[in-house]
């Protein structure tokens, strides 16, 4: 482990991944100094509330924090509210938005990405909206008042929480998905069937297998034609499309970019002492070997641990199982593990609709589970599903579907 307290760290993003990579720095023991760039006022946070609570108005932007304010004047770092522009991996420097030049003895691009914008006539009109951060969050709950109309592009995780917490709030919802179903390819098609069915039911107006043409200005709002020949009216219009890694200062550097910035198990590029981390950097799965690239909050907590290690000196791999939810209405969706990498899917029906899927090798391990359904009715099963998974276990395919098998008793 470096020890020298001459030498800094540098942490390029201010978010989930950058705040907690720099508290486990001190948690871990680094004495030298911390640099963390990014532009988001305020102390780094949490996003998923930001479309579940906060939109619903059941918690504030400021409960979402990582810490406190004590916690986080302890880790006396030097905190920059600039992007960083340029990374010269030679000088082992950067350049920030604000003029200044920081040196490292090792860097971390923790720094996300932004949401993906829709390429149509229109998309760029006032009241055409992004969730990412908590401006975002800002700008669009005075949208979601009763009485007033809410367009939703994507039927990805971020549409669907958002169309939920506006019914919640009584405003009118439409979302338009061009792929098949909603959700893509992140969860199968029967979880994906019951959802739709259950937002339909909440007075969701979906339009599925249809694309946005051009969004206008009309007397009374916004317009969005669709391809099926329908135009939605709206007061305000939310893009979901996904986000795109901020891969562009890495790769100015050198750095190896795909999907995003990669590294390998020990989370490190192909440049010395750079490292990536978060939703921004793709890696390889210790399942599978698979290149993955993932946004969530779980993978944003266990890589910023495992960085923080590496950018101290260490020599950690990455080996989390994957793990993400999502939060509709009160019911609650999950996935773990790394369903890809399965040869045999296994469909366990339980009470009044919900349902999960298991996924298995051809030894009947367990490498992945999904599952959708009423949150308190199924909450257990879920946190036992990935335990499951995360564990490894071997169950055969008649066990694992049969609703009277206790999950509880293949743990042991
Ligand atoms: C609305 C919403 C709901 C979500 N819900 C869930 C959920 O239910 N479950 C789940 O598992 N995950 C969820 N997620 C995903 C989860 O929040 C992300 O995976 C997580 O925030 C990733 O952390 P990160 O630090 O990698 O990126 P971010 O949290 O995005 O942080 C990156 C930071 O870097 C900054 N930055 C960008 N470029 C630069 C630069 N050049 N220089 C300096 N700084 C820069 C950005 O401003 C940002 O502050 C949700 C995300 C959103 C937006």
Not at 142 to 171: T, W
Not at 371 to 397: F, H, N, Q
Request: contains cysteine; hydrophobic residues 45%.
């Amino acid at each position: 482990m470096h020890s020298s307290k001459s030498l800094s760290i540098l942490v390029v993003g201010a978010g989930h991944c950058g705040g907690r990579t720099v508290q486990a720095l001190r948690e871990l023991g680094w004495q030298g100094g911390i640099d963390l760039v990014g532009e988001e006022p305020g102390l780094p946070y949490e996003r998923p509330p930001l479309s579940k609570e906060v939109l619903s108005g059941t918690k504030i932007p400021e409960a979402l924090d990582l810490m406190g304010q004590d916690a986080w004047q302890a880790l006396d770092l030097r905190r920059h509210h600039a992007r960083v522009t340029a990374v010269d991996t030679q000088a082992q420097s950067a350049t920030l938005s604000d003029g200044s030049i920081l040196h490292y003895s090792s860097l971390l691009f923790a720094n996300g990405g932004s949401p993906r914008r829709l390429d149509i006539p229109g998309a760029d009109l006032p009241g055409v909206l992004a969730l990412r951060t908590r401006a975002d969050a800002a700008r669009l709950a005075p949208q979601l008042a009763p009485g007033k109309r809410l367009a939703i592009i994507g039927g990805g995780f971020i549409g669907l929480e958002v169309a939920a917490s506006a019914r919640k709030l009584g405003c009118a919802v439409s979302l338009v998905e061009g792929g098949p179903q909603l959700m893509g390819r992140a969860v199968p098609k029967l979880l994906a069937e019951r959802a739709l069915a259950l937002h339909i039911v909440r007075g969701v107006d979906m339009h599925l297998g249809v694309s946005p043409l051009r969004i206008t200005q009309g007397e009374a709002g916004l317009e969005v034609e669709l391809s099926s020949g329908v135009t939605l009216q709206a007061d305000a219009v939310l893009i979901g499309i996904g986000i795109q890694a901020g891969t562009d200062v890495a790769q100015a550097a050198g750095i190896a970019v795909a999907r995003g910035i990669l590294v390998d198990r020990r989370l490190r590029t192909n440049v010395p002492n750079v490292y990536a981390a978060g939703d921004v950097a793709e890696f390889p799965s210790h399942l599978s070997g698979a290149l993955l690239r993932q946004e969530t909050w779980q993978n944003a907590e266990s890589q910023a641990r495992v960085a923080a290690q590496n950018l101290m000196g260490g020599s950690v791999e990455f080996a989390a199982s994957s793990w993400f939810w999502s939060d509709q209405y009160d019911y609650q969706l999950q996935v773990s593990g790394e369903p890809a990498a399965a040869s045999q899917t296994i469909v366990r029906e339980q009470e009044d609709g919900d349902v999960l899927v298991f996924y298995a090798d051809g030894v009947n391990k367990l490498v992945g589970a999904c599952g959708w359904g009423l949150t308190s009715r199924i909450a257990k099963d879920l946190k036992l599903a990935r335990t499951l998974v995360e564990r490894g276990v071997i169950a055969t395919a008649a066990v694992l579907a049969d609703p009277a098998t206790k999950l509880k008793s293949l743990l042991r």
